[in-house]
């Protein structure tokens, strides 16, 4: 059982000027981690206010109206002790990991230097040893990693280091905004795997921030659909793609890029090798009659589909379907 994160009946009301406001978010209530570690997708477009919805649940933004509590005590009124667990325990990767680093220091300063804030470590062997372990977790090699500044690595190992930072705290709940929005597309699923394993396997609770529908559905347990700072529609994966309530989440899946019967293919040249346009793992399709079928990546624990109707998928596809082509 972790803690509970929970934002309660929330606005918040930005002041743009004297007599002018913007509402980001009304009437928000969402609640991660307690009886079972989860996995939240919110999933909304630009301006839908995820940003806010962030800074809210990490007690940067004091809601207007409403309540964040944590572990049961209001965020806002927590003591210096309070707000020291908080810190530690809710930690935030953000879209570009590159914005995070300090350009001058090496990747091991990034990863110190919180160890040492939290007091969590006697020696800097011992933090040497933790984090080792923890680049090893997130699938890094500490001798690849270590002594490097920022931009010796790679997006996708800097996105790394960043879990890997968070971890170091032991963290309750990690909120993921836009994690692999920066990331080569052939990543994207890896470092989706590893979130996907600290809920698995260190019974972490995560709020995964998106605009993306397909990753949401890949990984969440619930899907929160976000609209104009509205929440509009909460619900298990399946029953968000399959019986949406709400036209707006309609209309969010069918942006994902789907076939498009009339579109004319060249039969004759060489069809396309489904990898080329899906290097993001295995693919399900939605709808398995020919040429009306949506691929979105696996959920863990789904059976793939066959290579053959994968195929048939992206022949039949317009290009928007090649929405991650191999670089
Ligand atoms: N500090 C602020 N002052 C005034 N308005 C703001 C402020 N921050 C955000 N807004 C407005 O609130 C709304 C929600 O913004 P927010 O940044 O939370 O959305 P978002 O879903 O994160 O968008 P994006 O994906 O583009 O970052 C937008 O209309 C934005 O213009």
């Known amino acids: 059982m972790s803690k509970l994160l929970e934002v309660t009946d929330a606005d918040v009301v930005y002041q743009l000027g004297l007599n002018k406001t913007k509402t980001a978010l009304r009437d ?12 939240t997708a919110v ?7 995820k940003s806010t919805l962030i800074r809210l649940l990490l007690g940067l933004q004091p809601p207007s109206r409403g309540s964040v509590r944590y572990d049961g005590a209001e965020v806002a009124r927590l003591g210096s002790a309070g707000q ?6 809710v930690q935030a990767i953000f879209q570009d990991p590159f914005s995070v680093y300090n350009p001058f220091y090496r990747v091991d300063h990034a990863l110190m230097t919180p160890l040492r804030a939290f007091g969590l470590i006697k020696s800097r062997e011992e933090g ?3 984090i080792e372990t923890t680049l090893q977790r997130v ?3 500490p001798s690849e990693t270590l002594g490097k500044y920022p931009h010796q690595l790679s997006g996708g190992q800097r996105q790394r280091v960043m879990i890997a930072r968070a971890l170091l705290l032991d963290p309750q709940i990690i909120l993921a905004d836009e994690p692999v ?4 597309a052939s990543l994207r699923s890896t470092i989706l795997e590893i979130l996907f394993s600290l809920n698995r396997d ?3 609770s995560l709020i995964y921030v998106t605009h993306d529908l397909a990753t949401a559905y890949q990984v969440a347990d619930t899907i929160v659909v976000l609209h104009g700072g509205h929440i509009l529609e909460v619900g298990d994966p399946d029953a968000v793609i399959h019986n949406p309530q709400h036209p707006y989440t309609q209309a969010l899946i069918d942006a994902v890029p789907s076939p498009d019967p009339d579109r004319d293919w060249n039969l004759e040249a060489e069809p396309p090798s489904p990898s080329a346009f899906l290097p993001t793992g295995p693919v399900g399709l939605y709808h398995t009659e020919p040429l009306r079928a949506v691929a979105l990546p696996l959920r863990p624990g789904e059976t793939p589909t066959t290579a053959a109707a994968v195929q048939m998928a992206v022949m039949a596809a317009r290009p928007p379907f090649q929405l991650h082509p191999k670089q």
């Open 202 to 204: 260190l019974g972490i």
């Open 128 to 130: 040497y040893g933790r």
């Open 28 to 39: 928000v209530s969402l609640a991660v981690g307690g009886e079972r570690p989860s996995i």
């Open 139 to 141: 699938g890094l090699k």
């Open 84 to 89: 020291r667990t908080f810190r530690r325990e």
């Open 181 to 184: 929005s920066m990331v080569d």
């Open 43 to 49: 999933v909304g477009e630009s301006g839908s206010g």
